[in-house]
């Protein structure tokens, strides 16, 4: 990767990858030479060797016997990261160092791709919740799920268990290629223009866990789909593929690069070229490679590739990725058309075989070991076998005979697991929060489940006149860093401290409002308005979504959206 003095400087001058003359650590500009601590520890050891460690020595010796670097780093290349501390409120967050905050328990993320779970699969993720992880299971936004409360002496047995399942937790966090996103009806769906199955095995086979891509300068974020509703958030990804039409070579991908929110949220970016099946390997690879060798790693609030994207423009991307990195041209392709359907699956819908897929809503994704366990036995009992997880923290289930319907709704509903859910069950999500991550400042899961609740008493009348949107999404965040992607949601709540007039602080959230992604309601994606001093504690939520809404359905005009009503409304009717 290194390069000589002339080479580098002409490689700076054609790329323009600076503005400021100082180095950025790109690789193939720069050289490798690590430009903080950080870049340092990757370089002296990979984070996928930390395995044997694990297994060999930290299992056996215990939490006190793990060296710091493997703890704060390589460990996530395993999925394992340390969960926050009970007790420790959020003023305290950003003040304590990272041993200060954390327990001697892990959160440990099952990698789970194109989110494709078997029954069996879903029987032993909930064996382990059950035996190891005191009950804890959530469905994130990423199609993974979460166990809480994972001891270090535990984790080669877990791995044995998942890994005997066709499961694992490789490269599920770190500076690494994270899990694919993929459609949760892939295959299954009648109106499916394309399957991403094969992509989505190929990629994950062939490159997840590869060395030689271990080393990224941040977080890389892949999604693929070839539904028309366009249902893996694309638009938020670093790479992503969405199924099209192409008028001469048939059905494959539009490309998009770029994507992702955090505290400088950014939209991706279409290259305006055509994917074709048999090219998504070749492509994704590519593009991860012009991150690892291109990325800025000199500053790590400026690693993601969605500030290479902003410096060079999609038109140089993608003339570095075809001469750099592919060797051929990618043929020009028109934009998939706008969704037509509701990304999220939610309901009951008739599969391409006759059979029927059963979208289903648990409480902002938090479930548990034994629900997951008598789910997997009641799919079995109603003659299915497959389910999937999607990147709205919902569960579709595959397969079900027509005649098994009813009972099968009828048995979710004892699980918790609506295939009806109300407006904002249906479309409410929260990070983990306060209650397990290190970075949160304020409880989430709680607060947006009781929130949900007393908006469905709240806005009964609403609902039952037919005058509430069908879709209005409520997202809860713990801090800024938009792990429940608020600021594209109708309604985004970013946690923060609040005084409360008594000289402390209580928990509440700055609002975004109007965000949102491609949809059947949106031509194309959009971030959401903040208003100066529009904050609201966390116990006045629900009194507040429910004076919004109110406000919305009285003033909107006819056919409008809550998102374009939040956007042109006086900030006087938004607080």
């Known amino acids: ?25 790109q690789w193939k500009v720069d050289g490798t030479a690590p430009l903080n601590a950080n870049e340092a520890w990757k370089q002296q050891d990979s984070g996928l060797n930390v395995r044997e460690r694990i297994e060999q020595v930290y299992s056996r010796q215990g939490f006190d016997s793990i060296e710091k670097t493997d703890l704060h780093g390589r460990f996530r290349w395993w999925g394992l990261y340390t969960q926050r501390k009970p007790g420790i409120d959020g003023g305290r967050t950003a003040t304590l160092e990272p041993h200060e905050l954390e327990d001697k328990y892990f959160m440990l993320r099952v990698r789970i791709d194109g989110g494709s779970l078997s029954t069996h699969q879903l029987r032993v993720i ?91 300068p941040r977080k890389f974020k892949t999604a693929i789909t070839g539904h028309p509703s366009q249902d893996v958030v694309h638009e938020i990804n670093d790479v992503a593929f969405v199924g099209m039409i192409h008028p001469e070579l048939g059905a494959g991908y539009d490309l998009w690069v770029g994507g992702a929110l955090s505290v400088t949220p950014r939209l991706a970016e279409r290259l305006g070229a055509f994917v074709q099946p048999e090219q998504v390997a070749d492509v994704w ?44 041209r ?138 509430l949107p069908e879709r209005l999404s409520l997202h ?8 429940a992607r608020i600021q594209t949601a109708d309604i985004g709540l970013k946690g923060q401290l609040l005084p409360d007039g008594k000289g402390g602080q209580s928990p509440g959230f700055q609002v975004h409002l109007g965000g949102g992604l491609a949809s059947m309601d949106r031509e194309e994606a959009g971030l ?19 004076r919004l809404v109110r406000r919305f359905v009285a003033d909107k005009h006819p056919s409008e959206t809550f998102a374009e009503w939040a956007h042109r409304a006086e900030e006087g009717a938004l607080l």
């Open 126 to 216: 909930g064996g382990i919740s059950t035996d190891f992880g005191r009950g804890t299971a959530d469905l994130t936004d990423r199609q993974n799920i979460q166990l809480h409360w994972i001891r270090v002496e535990d984790v080669p047995e877990i791995w044995r268990r998942l890994e005997a399942a066709g499961l694992s937790t490789t490269e599920a966090c770190g500076d690494v290629p994270r899990v694919i996103l993929g459609s949760p009806v892939a295959g299954i769906a009648a109106d499916e223009i394309i399957d991403p199955t094969p992509a989505i095995e190929e990629l994950a086979q062939r490159f997840i866990g590869d060395p030689e891509l271990a080393n990224l």
């Open 528 to 546: 959401g308005r903040t208003v100066r001093g529009l904050k609201i504690t966390a116990d006045d939520l629900p009194q507040y979504v429910e």
């Open 330 to 467: 990618l043929a020009d392709g028109p934009a998939a058309a706008k969704p037509s359907t509701p990304g999220d699956h939610v309901g009951i819908h008739r599969q391409k075989d006759g059979r029927y897929f059963v979208g289903v809503s648990p409480v902002v994704g938090r479930l548990s070991g034994s629900t997951l366990t008598s789910l997997a036995t009641l799919l079995e009992e109603h003659g299915s076998e497959r389910l999937r997880t999607t990147p709205h923290q919902k569960l579709v289930l595959l397969d079900v005979p027509e005649d098994r319907l009813d009972s099968l709704v009828t048995g979710l509903e004892a699980l918790g697991l609506s295939a009806k859910p109300s407006v904002f069950r249906r479309s409410s999500i929260a990070c983990t929060g306060i209650e397990f991550c290190k970075l949160a400042i304020v409880e989430t899961k709680v607060t947006a489940a009781t929130a949900v609740a007393e908006l469905e008493t709240r806005l009964a009348d609403l609902a039952e006149s037919g005058l």
């Open 1 to 25: 990767m290194t390069s000589s003095p002339a080479a580098a400087a002409d490689t700076r001058t054609r790329l323009g990858a600076t503005k400021t003359g100082k180095p950025n650590g």
């Open 476 to 483: 809860v965040n713990g801090c800024p860093n938009s792990c």
């Open 285 to 328: 690879v590519g593009i991860t490679r012009i991150f690892r060798d291109y990325g800025y790693r000199r500053l790590r609030t400026k690693a993601r590739l969605k500030f290479l994207l902003a410096d060079w423009g999609a038109e140089r991307f993608r003339d570095v990725l075809e001469e750099e990195y592919l060797g051929y």
